[in-house]
């Protein structure tokens, strides 16, 4: 009998209804990231609390913010005052150094206060989310971002009212950059409702991009190898196999005629490969990394293999597929396998804790709301992976494109590197979730604990000559993390860091005006980078030239550019590159 009192046995959820329960927060998910471009906001939430709890309990901090409060007002007045009595020259040092306020036109009252003003605020909320006792720091570095983003937002040049540029553009016009500029916002919702590619002007892929004449010799169900055809009588003996990442389409490296990487390197007596991924959906869901390690990078080494017989190849990766070659040559270095000759890591990254503040965007609850996104979709869609980096650049990527295109009505103009950065893909459900939670979450490449073949591989077998390249203004993989690509691998290094962003800083052909760089080894695993820098004088020009030198250094002699060992599926850029 039981004891009066006493609750019977909890009867065990069905795992029916679990997976019942599971569909439902997928499908919750899935239409909330619709909402927030594949952003959580539960993360977000958690960093704000956490700090908001922090600041309750610390009246040091709020002592601090009272004190700042009181003096940014006694500013406020003093600049209500002078910009009144000053209209042509009340300009503060901090509207100087901030290009959203340099134009002359807001150095007039009230225009130069409405700015003053908004740079006090945005003083006030950096001190308020910066150094509170006790929170996270990656919390703390949440919410200063955010408060940044919200402020952004609220800029007064954002604003038709608010800015005298706009406001004299209406009056000159009479209103009609106004009306160009509500076309504009029609004609770009109208593209994005309807999932329409965006009008690239005259950049079209296989007309003038990506026509560097190749053949594309091997296809699977991932990828496309194209070979270059040479342009010299002979080429180096080894060829070269570049992957780029698989979150942008290949022909970065293949822009127009003046700016290709791979035309530069093939006029220079390479024979060029390229892999170009193939663009996936739905029935890719269940791609893996290990299947893009052997599918892609491993694959396109057998064929080049084939076409080669005995010979080495120099290999290069370009951002992600520098992480992915470099997990590739860490397979091939447990397996004992010699056939890559160098390795060469563009903005490349190995170890992911200071990834920069693309890391903001990517912790557990990030990662496991857009694992029920993906499992909704079966992939990430590219706007919802390209929000995060404008993000990251929200003044020049998503403002300063607001105020011109749809407040003073002009239409940017387009170059190769937008028309190619306009071209996104999308990332296979198991892959990308793989790649958040083991690289960048996890660490396991760095930690030697990444599992291919059911086994670790370990950077530390690679004993390649490597030539890594970093760039000084990387908001994507920065620089001092593409360095940390030194601390790992136990072959001789090359180090260059060269001006320019992630992506210019790559594509930084001979000729380009304003580029420089420094070149040297680097001696030792525990080599301090801000040292290695201060000791190597900056050289102008292009680091193609140099990074041209390394290869013919590591090259043994130079055999003629003869004969097909492969037959030609499709001509260069292929089919993949369209999907």
Known sequence: MEHAGKLPPAEAVPAKSAVQHSAIDRAFHATLGSLTGGLSPMGLATAWFDWAVHLAGSPAKQAELHERAVANAARAVQAAVSCSLAPEGGACPEMAADKRFRDEEWHRYPHNLFAQWFLLTEDWWNSATSRVEGVAPRHA????????????????????????????????????????????????????????????????????????????????????????RPTTKKVQAEPLLIVPAWIMKYYILDLSAHNSMVRHLVDQGFEVYMISWRNPGAEDAELSMEDYVRLGVIEALDTITRAVPG?????????????????????????????????????????????????????????????????????????????AFQMLRSNDLIWSRTIREYLLGERGGMNDLMAWNADATRMPARMHSEYLRHLF???????????????????????????????????????????????????????????????AGIVSEPG??????????????????????????????????????????????ERPAVGEALPSLDAAPGRYVFG
């Open 141 to 228: 570095h949440m919410t200063n971002f955010a408060a940044r983003q919200t402020l952004d937002m609220m800029a007064p040049s954002n604003f038709a009212a608010t800015n005298p540029v706009v406001l004299d553009r209406t009056r000159v016009e009479r209103g009609a950059n106004l009306v160009r500029g509500a076309r504009n916002w029609l004609e770009d919702f109208a593209r994005y409702a309807e999932d329409a590619p965006p009008d690239t002007g005259d950049f079209k892929v296989g007309e003038t991009l990506a026509v560097t004449p190749g053949d594309v010799v091997h296809r699977n169900r991932l990828i496309e190898l194209i070979r270059y």
């Open 311 to 387: 010979a080495r190849v120099h290999a290069a990766g370009y951002c992600l597929g520098g992480t992915l070659l470099s997990i590739a040559a860490a397979l091939l270095g447990r397996e004992g396998d010699d056939r890559l000759a160098s390795l060469t890591l563009l903005a490349a990254q190995v170890d992911f804790t200071e990834a920069g503040e693309i890391t903001l965007f990517i912790d557990d609850s990030q990662v496991a709301f857009l694992e029920d996104i993906m499992a909704d979709q079966g992939y990430l869609k590219s706007d919802q992976m390209a929000g």
């Open 441 to 503: 979450l996890e660490n396991r490449l760095a930690l030697g604990q990444y599992r291919i073949g059911g086994r670790a591989v370990s950077l530390e077998d690679v004993t390649l000559p490597v030539f890594a390249v970093g760039t000084e203004k990387d908001h994507v993989a920065p620089w001092h993390s593409a360095w940390k690509v030194n601390h790992f691998f136990d072959g001789p290094r090359t180090f260059v860091l060269t001006s320019g962003g992630h992506n």
């Open 512 to 557: 380009h005006p304003r580029r420089q760089y420094r070149i040297g080894e680097v001696h030792g695993h525990a080599a301090d980078a801000d040292l290695w820098r201060a000791a190597h004088a900056p050289v102008e020009g292009s680091w193609w030239l140099a990074w041209v030198d390394w290869l013919r250094a590591r090259s043994t002699q």
